[in-house]
């Protein structure tokens, strides 16, 4: 008997599958298996971005030693830091940002991944194009920031020259 027969929780509580009926295998997702290709539209949150290069895992050479930083003797006596190189470039990403190792798997080929794509693509990569992007936005941002600035100023001038326009006026009537 599955576990939603053995609670009943009303309609509004109950959590419907974040998966497509026909892609479970075997008891769990098949976009979590490791050799499931997953096609850029399934990629949550990535509608209009490509995919990045895939990476073969047998061109990857893992290694798991011990960490380092602050943390104690949790991090620096277990090995949980994730060296992974990709062999036809030579580039190699070291990951401890969790005390998981699974987490800094994942989190090692995905920067991995990233930097393949830099090494490869140079200034075409999707990283690349990203961080132009958000600089150009961010130039927008601060010519919009001045413009107003200006446009406050120049407001604030009129507004003093008019109340001085005004005091002159009451004063001459008087």
Partial sequence: MSTSGLFR?????TRMCPVPWGLWLGGKPALLSPRTVVAPAQMAGRKDRPALLSLDESELEEQF???HGPGGQATNKTS??????HIPSGLVVKCHQTRSVDQNRKLARKIL???????YNGENSLICKEKRE?????QERKKRAKE???KK????ELWESSKNVRGERSADSD
């Fill in 9 to 13: 929780l009303p309609p509004s509580l």
């Fill in 65 to 67: 030693v011990k960490g």
């Fill in 80 to 85: 949980n830091c994730v060296v992974l190189k």
């Fill in 113 to 119: 991944q990233e930097k393949v794509d830099v090494f």
């Fill in 134 to 138: 958000a600089e150009k936005k961010k």
């Fill in 148 to 150: 107003t600035l200006e």
């Fill in 153 to 156: 100023k120049l407001l604030k």
